[in-house]
């Protein structure tokens, strides 16, 4: 057996891998040079992300707007639920660099236990999928975002609804729309599963908590306040760039001015064509494409997808490629994606490659976005086998 087979099968080793990346990047982050953010002259931190979550707690208990600019404080605007603010301040009472790194924790912690709760799959698989999500989740903890959890969350409830785990799997993407409101399009997943009934009124229950629980911070008034503006800010943030998605792609690639709605209802009548195969519901290796589907889907279709976004597609391309039989052209995908999109970030390849080439046509999404074509193709046509088990493989 060798060095990398060993790894892959050892859950702790890996685990102290994710635990490292946890640390390093907060390491890197607080003793790392403060910058600007476009050309302002004030210096902002480099975990200017934490500090956006962090402060938008206190701003939530103090009454004020949390969709505004707090320029002295951070760069960007807070565009996360009143939910999410008032959770995140069991992070934000904590001394700043305690609370960045259990920040970063908790996000590889719930990716890589999410993975090793996927049902139906033999533990070295598990580990290959952790391990081809490495330098994705370490871009993804540098840069102090959400998207991980995300990520992991999406995982979790698969694994719940696998187990019939309605009200663990359906507060599992609850919390997703509450963090970033593209999580709403793994709803589709329970289609998938029976006691749609239940699924129905565990997930209002759990919308309608998140919704309220705001309310032990705020007045009434400052509560319907902050609905509002969060609204009014999410349909103006639309139109604010084009992002690493199909839509920049088609316009840098083609010279395409194509009108985004028109290209997600096109990438939503393609995400829904599966689902019309209902006898394939009962095929494991079907549900979990779904899950490939929508982890895809939410970063290729969206229009603000920057390179850490894309943790949560490459964990989506982990779960197409490694929990059906392999082929030879999956297989070349893989390879592409791991090239092109987890490492186009990285300094293997030289700084005008990646500024020149890379980064203005969107090398870093075309990967995935070929490879959710494939999922789509393979969801209509292909006949889908689980992938075989070490023990099968062995024999």
């Known amino acids: 057996m060798t060095a990398f087979q060993r790894l892959v099968i050892s859950k702790r080793s ?63 605007l807070f565009k996360y639920s009143p939910a999410f603010a008032l959770v995140f301040g069991i992070l934000s009472i904590m001394p700043t660099f305690v ?7 908790l996000n590889v ?26 330098v994705e989740l370490l871009t993804a903890t540098q840069n102090e975002q959400s998207n991980a959890l995300i990520a992991g969350l999406l995982l979790f409830a698969f694994g719940f609804l696998e187990r019939d ?32 009934f239940k699924l129905a009124y565990t997930t209002a229950a759990w919308v309608l908590l998140l919704t309220i629980l705001p309310i032990v911070a705020v007045s009434p008034e400052q509560f319907v306040v902050l609905y509002k503006t969060w609204w009014k800010l999410l349909a103006a943030d639309r139109d604010f760039s084009d992002g690493l998605s199909v839509i920049g792609w088609l316009k840098i690639w083609f010279s395409l001015d194509v ?9 939503m009548v393609l995400f829904c064509l599966p ?39 490459i964990a989506g391309v982990a779960v197409w490629y ?41 090398v870093k999404a075309v990967p995935c976005i070929i490879i959710w074509g494939k999922i789509i193709y393979d969801l209509l046509f292909t006949e889908l086998l689980p992938r075989p088990t070490e023990a099968e493989l062995a024999q």
């Open 322 to 362: 490694y929990l059906q039989a392999p082929t030879k052209l999956n297989y070349v995908l893989l390879v592409l994606a791991f090239i092109f999109t987890t490492l186009s970030p990285t300094d293997l390849f030289p700084p005008f490659i990646r500024n020149q080439y890379f980064w203005p046509y969107v």
């Open 14 to 76: 890996l685990l102290f891998i994710v635990l490292a990346i946890a640390a390093f990047a907060t390491l890197q982050s607080v003793f790392s040079h403060p910058k600007t953010f476009a050309n302002q002259p004030q210096l902002y931190t480099t975990y200017n992300n934490y500090m956006i979550f962090k402060q938008s707690f206190f701003h939530l208990i103090e009454g004020k707007n949390l969709y505004r600019w707090h320029v002295d404080e951070h760069w960007d």
């Open 259 to 267: 009108n985004k709605t028109y290209v997600n209802l096109t990438g």
């Open 275 to 313: 689902l019309l195969k209902i006898r394939s519901y009962s095929n494991f290796v079907f549900r979990a494409l779904m899950l490939a589907s929508v982890l895809v889907w939410v970063v290729i279709f969206n229009h603000r997808a920057e390179s850490p976004t894309f943790i949560i597609a």
């Open 99 to 105: 609370g960045l790194f259990f920040w970063n924790l």
């Open 165 to 196: 785990k309605y009200w663990m799997g359906t507060l599992c993407i609850v919390c997703t729309i509450f963090i970033k409101l593209f999580g709403i399009v793994a709803l589709a997943l329970y289609l998938l599963y029976p006691n749609k």
């Open 109 to 134: 912690a719930v990716i890589f236990f999410s993975v090793y709760f996927l049902p139906r799959i033999d533990l070295r698989t598990k580990g290959l999928m952790v391990t081809f999500m490495l």
